[in-house]
Nanobody, 126 residues
């Protein structure tokens, strides 16, 4: 059974930090491309960071570049997202996503990912 379980969300003040984790099981995490998405109610889910399994190359959306860091520990089948200098506009539900087959198109296209977690809420407010 495939599972992606996110944790680490919470409420922080602007300028604060959080570290999200996503523990994977039931598929070959080490050969999967992995990404973080986020969604605000009423909006589409948006991709914010991807880490490819080949060469572990990384891409960030401009909205988080320089503030967020995606990483992975294949030995622990865990994906991370370190978030620094958080802003109110970062408030959203955060999801991890797995592409067990190599991403061939646009990495922010949700259809590239076969598996999704249930999400963890991040709220940034003073």
């Amino acid at each position: 059974q495939v599972r992606l379980v996110e944790s680490g969300g919470g409420s922080v003040q602007p300028g604060g930090s959080l570290r999200l984790s996503c523990v994977a099981s039931g598929f070959s995490f080490g050969i999967s491309d992995m990404a973080w998405f986020r969604q605000v109610p009423g909006n589409e889910r948006e991709g914010i960071a991807v880490i490819y399994n080949v060469g572990t190359s990384i891409i960030y959306d401009d909205s988080v570049k320089g503030r967020f860091t995606i990483s992975r520990d294949n030995a622990k089948s865990t994906l991370y997202l370190a978030m620094n200098n958080l802003k109110p506009e970062d408030t959203a539900m955060y999801y991890c996503a797995a592409a067990p087959r190599p991403i061939r198109g646009y990495w922010q296209d949700e259809s590239q990912y076969a598996y999704w977690g249930q999400g963890t809420q991040v709220t940034v407010s003073s």
